[in-house]
């Protein structure tokens, strides 16, 4: 083998394509990742670090659960901490539709397996006693539900690649991408290198689009922008991922740092690449934030940014392969990527080179019908 030729090359360096790249490299696979920028420079980098198993669709509480049982295992398997913990995930429910709906899903998450149960508003105000529930009619809480360092997972899963004898480049932008080389894909950067595979696997993310059109695939996926912001630390009282679902809520989690960090999805969303600030988020976001906590209010800001969501129309996203033969698409995670990925790594690994999933994954298939009901949970 020459080389510039491996046996996938992996489009993407966030948490998708790293992890993917890693469990490659255990399967003993020649590995090349293309980064465009650094590793995490995409979505992975700008999340706020929740994990959490608490959706409504059979499929995604699969993935999710196999997520975080990989998750807990990471510091024995890298040799170092990624900051792993079971802070858990609440949500609350504000209208009487709203309650009934994490009932049915509870049903269902149960049936899995999963540890979710209902807790009253009473009980909610016994367990976190520092939450303001006025107007709060109970909630669903998951324990097993937790929290993780991107970074740190992200380093875990670059040594892992780099230790297998494979390759990562960064700074790598993917400008071309040729199926009719042969049996091989020919990969071209900005820089004018070329690379050979029979097989590439499409994990750009916000970029994953335009990485399709190399290979004229047409993804129904598009970026918009998403803010966060994350204060000071204060002594850590382990506070959950608080979603608060309401027109004007917003999410948040106590890092094991005591640091606050949480966002907000806004009401008009913002399409395209755009990752600026706006003194709006500044703003609004704390007044969502103390109305649940009032005793954060003297809390100082460090800092805020914004990444990407990669959404696709149905809120789920698209793992799988695709028409043109050794063409693989793992994208538009829908603001889900960091806490799915190390599932989806593993389970596209094993379906490029086995060519079957463990369970139904009809759900993210490539061609399915994307008019269908969005995920429930957000």
């Not at 529930?133 to 360092?149: E, I």
């Not at 399409?271 to 500044?282: A, I, K, M, R, W």
Request: hydrophobic residues 35%.
């Amino acid at each position: 083998m020459r080389t510039n030729e491996f046996d996938v090359i992996i489009i993407g360096g966030g948490i998708i394509g790293t992890a993917t790249g890693y469990y490659l490299s255990k399967r003993r696979k020649r590995v090349l990742l293309l980064e465009k920028k650094y590793l995490g420079s995409g979505s992975t980098g700008r999340c706020i670090g929740g994990i959490r198993a608490q959706f409504s669709t059979e499929t995604t509480i699969k993935v999710a659960m196999k997520s975080v049982d990989l998750f807990r295992s990471m510091e024995n398997e890298f040799g170092f901490s990624v900051d792993w913990h079971p802070s858990g995930y609440l949500f609350l429910a504000y209208s009487e539709e709203k309650k009934q709906s994490f009932l049915d899903i509870i049903q269902l998450q149960n049936n899995l397996g999963l540890d979710v149960r209902f807790l009253t508003a009473q009980d909610i105000k016994s367990k976190f006693n520092y939450i303001n529930t006025d107007g709060v009619l109970g909630g669903t809480f998951c324990p097993t539900d937790g929290q993780a360092d991107p970074f740190y997972v992200l380093k875990g899963y670059m040594k892992g690649i780099n230790n297998a004898g494979n390759v990562i480049k960064t700074h790598s932008e993917v400008v071309g991408i040729d199926n009719h080389v042969s049996d091989l894909f020919e990969v071209t950067t900005k820089s004018g290198e070329k690379f050979y595979a029979p097989q590439v696997l499409n994990s750009a993310g916000p970029n994953s689009k335009s990485v399709g059109e190399f290979a004229g695939i047409n993804l129904p996926v598009e970026p918009e922008r998403h803010e966060s912001l994350i204060t000071e630390g204060i002594e850590f009282r382990e506070i959950p991922m608080i979603v608060d679902y309401r027109p004007d809520g917003c999410y948040f989690i106590q890092r094991k740092t005591g640091q606050i960090i949480g966002c907000y999805t806004p009401e008009k969303r913002v399409p395209g690449n755009d990752v600026g600030s706006t003194f709006e988020f500044l703003t609004e976001m704390p007044r969502r934030l103390i109305r649940l906590i009032p005793s954060l209010e003297s809390l100082a800001i460090l800092r805020q940014w914004a990444g990407s969501y990669t959404v696709t129309p149905d809120g789920n996203p698209i793992v799988d392969k695709t028409e043109i033969p050794g063409y693989y698409v793992s994208t538009a995670m829908c603001g889900h990527g960091f806490m799915l990925g190390p599932a989806l790594g593993k389970l596209m690994a094993d379906y490029m080179i086995d060519d079957e999933w463990p369970y139904d994954m009809s759900e993210f298939a490539y061609n399915r019908n994307f008019q269908k009901a969005a995920e429930a949970l957000g």
